[in-house]
C-alpha cells in the first residue's frame, strides 16, 4: 500500500493541488513516486543545469542518419554544421497545466541538405526530468517575459555554441 501524500512532501509541496496526479489516491501515480524517492531533494534547476541535461540527452541522440539521403552525422557539431534550423524548437506542454504523465516534450527541426526535415526531440528523458525542465522553462519566460519558444531557441543557440567550440570548430 502506498504511503500517504504528508502537506511537506517535496514532491507535491511545489506543485498546485490542482495539477497533481491523483490515481492511486496519494496525490501521484506509484511509478513516478518510486522514480522521485531516488533523486536527492532539490529546487529549481539553474540555467547550466538546463544546458548540460539538454545538451547530454542531445548528445545521446547521435550517430544521426537522414532518412531520405542516408547521410549520416556523426555527432551534434557535425549535424549543426551541415544542417540548418527552422524556426523556435516546440513544446506543445503548458507549464502552467502540464501533469507529468501527460507530458509531450519538445522538439527542434533542421532541414538537411537535400532537403528532408530532421528532427531531434527530448524523447527518451524520463518523465521527472521532462517535468523539471518544464517548470524551469515557465519561470524563466516569465521571469524574461519571452515566450517558451524564445526560450528554447536561446537554449539551444547556447548548447549549440558550447557543442561547435568544443569539438573545434572542425569539419
Not at 501524500?5 to 511509478?31: E, N
Request: glycine fraction near 8%; hydrophobic fraction near 35%; charged fraction near 20%.
Amino acid at each position: 500500500m502506498p504511503r500517504s501524500v504528508r502537506a511537506s512532501d517535496p514532491l507535491t509541496t511545489r506543485v498546485p493541488r490542482q495539477q497533481r496526479i491523483v490515481i492511486d489516491g496519494v496525490g501521484m501515480t506509484r511509478a513516478v513516486r518510486r522514480m522521485a524517492a531516488h533523486l536527492p531533494q532539490v529546487g529549481m534547476l539553474s540555467d547550466d543545469e538546463v544546458t548540460a541535461i539538454v545538451r547530454n540527452h542531445i548528445e545521446s541522440k547521435f550517430p544521426k542518419l537522414c532518412g531520405n539521403c542516408g547521410r549520416q552525422y556523426g555527432s551534434l557539431a557535425d549535424y549543426l554544421r551541415r544542417t540548418t534550423h527552422l524556426g523556435h524548437p516546440v513544446s506543445l506542454d503548458d507549464p502552467a497545466t502540464a501533469l507529468p504523465e501527460q507530458l509531450v516534450g519538445a522538439i527542434s527541426y533542421a532541414n538537411c541538405p537535400c532537403g528532408s526535415t530532421l528532427a531531434i526531440s527530448s524523447s527518451g528523458l524520463d518523465v521527472l526530468t521532462k517535468f523539471a525542465l518544464l517548470q524551469w522553462a515557465g519561470a524563466s519566460a516569465a521571469r524574461r517575459r519571452i515566450s517558451i519558444g524564445q526560450l528554447l531557441s536561446d537554449l539551444r543557440q547556447r548548447i549549440d555554441d558550447d557543442a561547435l567550440q568544443s569539438d573545434g570548430g572542425g569539419s
